[in-house]
T-cell receptor, first 116, second 115 residues
Framework: KQEVTQIPAALSVPEGENLVLNCSFTDSAIYNLQWFRQDPGKGLTSLLLIQSSQREQTSGRLNASLDKSSGRSTLYIAASQPGDSATYLCAVSHNAGGTSYGKLTFGQGTILTVHP | SQTIHQWPATLVQPVGSPLSLECTVEGTSNPNLYWYRQAAGRGLQLLFYSVGIGQISSEVPQNLSASRPQDRQFILSSKKLLLSDSSFYLC??????????????FGPGTRLTVL
């Protein structure tokens, strides 16, 4: 059974700091790994998707890496801003029982607070 | 462009009452549709997914059910709500071309409180 763990559960940093969020998963047989952002009381917004054959993806101040063999991913946020405050969720897409698409298993998220 | 709608946004229901949450997707055809539940402080739990009209797969046995009467409509129901059904319910869709690039797009969610 695939399990996804995110560390830390919560993080509070001053504006401008670079920070790293961690995600680990137990089964390396994945299609991809995805990072989502969730604002309080809202739905999820996709940030980055790393295919299983890739090592990293970048979007603006965000950089996500994937080490599939060790079951780890990191999300690096450069020059953090108060607007980055949200919950960040990691999810892995893995085989959904013989179908052509994947099932997402989510971690519990990291609550990020960036204070001015 | 594609959009996904959920309603209602918030709902307060008494224990034992029925439930119907609706999700609709615009701007795409034959999407995969998903219902998730997110309890406070916990990750998302997949409840149901559908690959086509009338095709529903259940991930977690409980007193909830799902239906897909139309291609872009997904409904979450219950005949009798329990206190433990209080949660944040999210609908999502995807159009799968390759599993390696498949991602899901989420609706705004429904906050359900059972009293």
């Amino acid at each position: 059974k695939q399990e996804v763990t995110q560390i830390p559960a919560a993080l509070s940093v001053p504006e401008g700091e670079n920070l790293v969020l961690n995600c680990s998963f137990t089964d390396s047989a994945i299609y991809n790994l995805q990072w989502f952002r969730q604002d309080p009381g809202k739905g999820l917004t996709s940030l980055l998707l790393i295919q299983s054959s890739q090592r990293e993806q970048t979007s603006g101040r965000l950089n996500a890496s994937l080490d599939k063999s060790s079951g780890r991913s990191t999300l690096y946020i450069a020059a953090s801003q108060p607007g980055d405050s949200a919950t960040y969720l990691c999810a892995v897409s893995h085989n959904a029982g013989g179908t052509s698409y994947g099932k997402l298993t989510f971690g519990q998220g990291t609550i990020l607070t960036v204070h001015p | 462009s594609q959009t996904i709608h959920q309603w209602p946004a918030t709902l307060v229901q008494p224990v034992g009452s029925p439930l119907s949450l609706e999700c609709t997707v615009e701007g795409t055809s034959n999407p995969n549709l998903y219902w998730y539940r997110q309890a406070a402080g916990r990750g998302l739990q997949l409840l149901f997914y559908s690959v086509g009209i009338g095709q529903i797969s259940s991930e977690v046995p409980q007193n909830l059910s799902a239906s897909r009467p139309q291609d872009r409509q997904f409904i979450l129901s219950s005949k009798k709500l329990l206190l433990s059904d209080s949660s944040f319910y999210l609908c999502a869709w995807s159009v799968v071309q390759y599993a390696s690039t498949d991602t899901q797009y989420f609706g705004p969610g429904t906050r359900l409180t059972v009293l």
